[in-house]
């Protein structure tokens, strides 16, 4: 049973987020595509002569190896062309197309991905982290499940795991997940961090130590990085701690 320390800043993780974990591994899509700059956007006819503009959608989808960009005008017959082969690139994309807002065809392509390639981990885990944003945590949790199985060291998949069952109220297999990620990663400082919030918030004794050490190691890491409002966040938390013990 847990004890009276209910840390308020427990409300969320500081830890990694599905939504920034999709835009840190986002690449630049190179080759063919950079020369539809506007492609991923919506865009319209000039109207005539006071017609309604016909609005032109683009989209990208996988057909076998292949990425096509999508084009289509109103009722028109969608358009589909190649611009390039391969898992690399179609992640690529669908990384893309999820920074830029567009949610839907991103969701669509990881799909694809998983259907065409599917013992590539990390299209698991980015169609993981896009669910987890939307709060679908049920089906993120099984893209992260489908990640590990697929490649086991995979300490963001880990991480990302861990933060949805602690949404779902599942504690003790989240700093199961924890755990494994440090333990790939020893110099990580998400998992770090989740794993220190998630022992105090436990509220037992033994585990303080351990949790302030999780969360010192976090905060220097962030430090590191030149994450200085991470860092700040573990500071206020570590403040907290210390003046709740010496109350108690």
């Not at 037992?204 to 890491?221: R, T």
């Not at 430090?223 to 010496?246: D, H, M, P, Y």
Request: one cysteine or more.
């Amino acid at each position: 049973m847990e004890n009276d320390r209910g840390f308020r800043w427990f409300t969320s993780f500081t830890g990694i987020a599905s939504s920034a974990a999709l835009a840190t591994c986002a690449l630049v899509v190179a080759g063919p595509l950079q020369a539809q700059q506007n492609s991923l956007q919506i865009s319209q006819n000039l109207p005539r002569g006071g017609q309604t503009p016909v609005r032109e959608i683009t989209s990208y989808q996988m057909d076998g190896d292949e990425l096509k960009i999508c084009k289509q005008r109103g009722n028109a017959e969608k358009k589909c062309e190649a611009v390039g082969k391969g898992y690399t690139l179609g992640l690529r994309t669908a990384n893309d197309l999820y920074n830029q807002g567009n949610a839907a065809n991103a969701e669509a392509l990881y799909r694809q991905l998983i259907a065409r390639y599917p013992k590539q981990a990390d299209a698991y885990y980015k169609l993981g982290t896009l669910l987890s944003a939307q709060g679908n945590m049920t089906d993120a949790i099984a893209q992260f499940r489908q990640a590990i199985q697929f490649n086991p060291k995979h300490a963001k998949a880990h991480n990302d795991l861990g933060v949805a069952m602690a949404s779902q109220g599942q504690l003790t297999e989240a700093i199961a997940e924890w755990r494994e990620a440090i333990k790939i990663n020893g110099q990580y400082p998400d998992a770090l961090n989740n794993l220190g919030v998630a022992l105090l918030r436990q509220g037992q004794k033994e585990n303080e130590a351990e949790a302030v050490a999780s969360l010192k190691k976090a905060k220097e890491l962030f430090v590191k990085q030149g994450r200085t409002q991470a860092a700040n966040r573990v500071e206020q938390i570590l403040q907290e701690f210390n003046s709740q013990s010496s109350e108690s």
